[in-house]
């Protein structure tokens, strides 16, 4: 059974940054992708960006050129740096798993999903 745990997030003022951190264990395929979706109040889950085992990563129009999605020296731990944070980035962050990987991944094809971290920023 694939897991998924999230650690990271907080408050930060406008500008700043931050890292989210993201652990996968109990999967086997190789072929897999490692989603950052995130959440505000009241409007619905997207992807912000995902890490592919076979591809190169994507980003949301809206966080390209200030997100980074990375894999660290074991495989199943992933970080999605932040940069340049603004208001309009504040939302619940959830990492995600997928053996199926559309460009950008599916809601539906998510096998795990971590907990979930509040991510603050402040103007």
């Known amino acids: 059974q694939v897991q998924v745990v999230e650690s990271g997030g907080g408050s930060v003022q406008a500008g700043g940054s931050m890292i989210l951190s993201c652990a996968v264990s109990?999967?086997?395929?190789?072929?897999?992708?490692v989603a950052w979706f995130r959440q505000a109040p009241g409007k619905e889950r997207k992807v912000v960006s995902s890490?592919?085992?076979?591809?190169?990563?994507y980003y949301a129009t809206s966080v390209e050129g200030r997100f980074t999605v990375s894999r660290g020296n074991a495989k199943n731990s992933l970080y999605l740096q932040m940069n340049s944070l603004n208001p309009e980035d504040t939302a619940v962050y959830y990492c995600?798993?997928?053996?199926?990987?559309?460009?950008?991944?599916?809601?539906?094809?998510?096998?795990?999903w971590g907990q979930g971290t509040q991510v603050t920023v402040s103007s």
């Open positions: 995600a798993f997928a053996s199926i990987c559309l460009e950008p991944p599916s809601l539906a094809h998510i096998e795990a």
């Open positions: 890490f592919y085992s076979h591809n190169n990563p």
């Open positions: 109990g999967f086997t395929t190789t072929h897999y992708c």
